[in-house]
């Protein structure tokens, strides 16, 4: 179909590269925790790969409250980049979402006004309140000053995804305010 477009594969290779933004194609990222790896998806196939991340601390929870130091299941956007982070490069997830607000409010863990707040913060596509109840202030992170051999060998965050300084630099050529994130 794009043969008249690139005519070799090298050719093809450097547009994907250089030519072609991350949100003009259909990027998104899989976080799957257990293998403790982070994929740059476009469609359904990997395009870049990151192992050894770091989760949080007591594991990861479809239930999320604030201070409990697990990561949350479930579908985010990235609402927010701080590229001058303490921890290098910060991306903020849209936590927390329609699906973990409706839950917290059937039983009980939130009130009406906050629930409001965090749909009409989805309907919008802003960043919903990040002092609920429920946490906030998730996302994927660098590890700044923090220990590279404590990151290797334990989850230690209080929630978020960490990866190495290296890898959140390679990670933010395609990350962008919008991009889907999916944690498993």
């Known amino acids: 179909m794009l043969k008249w477009l690139f ?3 090298l050719s093809l290779c450097q547009f994907a590269i250089t030519g ?10 899989l976080v799957e925790t257990t293998p403790h ?7 359904d196939e990997p395009v ?3 192992e050894k991340i770091a989760i949080g601390r007591r594991g990861v929870s479809w239930e999320k409250l604030r201070g409990d ?4 299941i479930g ?5 927010w980049i701080n590229e001058k982070s303490r921890y290098r490069k910060f991306f903020g997830f849209t936590f927390p979402n329609r699906q973990h607000a ?13 629930y409001n707040a965090i749909l009409n913060a989805e309907e919008t596509q802003a960043v919903p309140p990040q002092n609920t109840r429920l946490g906030g202030q998730f996302g994927i992170h660098g590890l700044g000053g923090a220990n590279r051999a404590i990151h290797e060998n334990f989850d230690w965050t209080h929630g978020c995804i960490a990866m190495t300084n290296e890898q959140i630099d390679r990670l933010s050529s395609w990350v962008r305010k919008g991009t889907l ?3 498993r």
């Open 7 to 9: 005519p070799t594969a």
């Open 48 to 50: 870049e790969i990151f």
């Open 20 to 29: 072609m933004a991350a949100e003009q194609r259909n990027i998104w990222l």
């Open 37 to 43: 790896v982070l994929k740059v998806m476009e469609e």
């Open 69 to 72: 130091d697990k990561t949350p």
């Open 102 to 114: 409706e839950h917290a409010y059937e039983t009980g863990m939130i009130g009406e006004e906050t």
């Open 181 to 183: 994130v999916v944690i």
């Open 75 to 79: 579908r985010f956007r990235i609402g």
